[in-house]
């Protein structure tokens, strides 16, 4: 095993990707706590949607020539409303916040180190762009959740070793399907942010 971390600047190599990328965010965020029962087709609007965004910060690592985990960050200035509009309320200035969007891996290659690699690599981007604090969503399930498993994995304190802490009422509201449901639903989502 041969684990590479690297950023995609290449336009080209980006949207190469994109299948790759889509089938990694589907088959990680299908599992808890995301729960999400996404399609390539959706994948690959976001993606492009995403390659297309100044600023925007693209981590993969591979394992020989399979992607193996991805992270994604920009500006939130160039963010959807939903992201935008609680921190505005708050009275956050969006132009000096960098927005990392999702960190996925798959499980067998977590604990190497590879999720600081991400954190680094998004962090360092977000410094060389003027931004001043980092932030991301996580999403909020009940304990008592019927599809929660016995022992899930908690990234918090992974979080708050990198200097992310939960904004006490900043959250906001995002839409996806669920497994097993037949339609979108509402998901709360707790921001996190430190200053970089």
């Known amino acids: 095993m041969t684990i590479r971390v690297r950023s995609l600047t290449d336009k080209q190599e980006r949207q190469a ?3 790759a ?3 990694l965010r589907i088959r990680v965020f299908r599992g808890w706590p995301y729960l999400y029962d996404g399609t390539t087709d959706y994948e690959a609007e ?3 949607e995403f390659i297309d965004e100044p600023g925007s910060v693209l981590v993969v690592a591979t394992d020989g020539a399979a992607v ?3 992270a ?3 500006p939130m200035a160039g963010q959807k409303p939903e992201f935008q509009a609680p921190l505005r309320k708050r009275g956050l200035d969006v132009a000096r916040i960098f ?3 999702e960190s996925v891996l798959l499980p067998q290659y977590q604990g190497q180190g590879i999720g600081h690699q991400f954190f680094d690599a998004r ?4 410094r060389a762009a003027g931004a001043v604090h980092a932030s991301f969503c996580a ?3 009940p304990d008592d959740h019927p599809m929660r498993p016995q022992a899930p994995r908690d990234l918090a304190p992974f979080w708050r070793a990198r200097g992310y802490a939960p904004v006490e009422g900043l959250t906001t509201m995002l839409h996806w399907q669920d497994v097993g449901d037949a339609d979108e639903s509402p998901h709360p989502m707790q921001f996190w942010m430190r200053d970089l």
């Open 21 to 23: 990328l889509s089938d």
């Open 17 to 19: 990707a994109i299948p």
């Open 99 to 101: 927005y990392f969007g």
């Open 46 to 48: 976001y993606l492009a």
């Open 72 to 74: 994604t960050a920009s």
């Open 123 to 126: 962090e360092a981007a977000a």
């Open 68 to 70: 193996v985990g991805a």
């Open 139 to 141: 999403v909020i399930r």
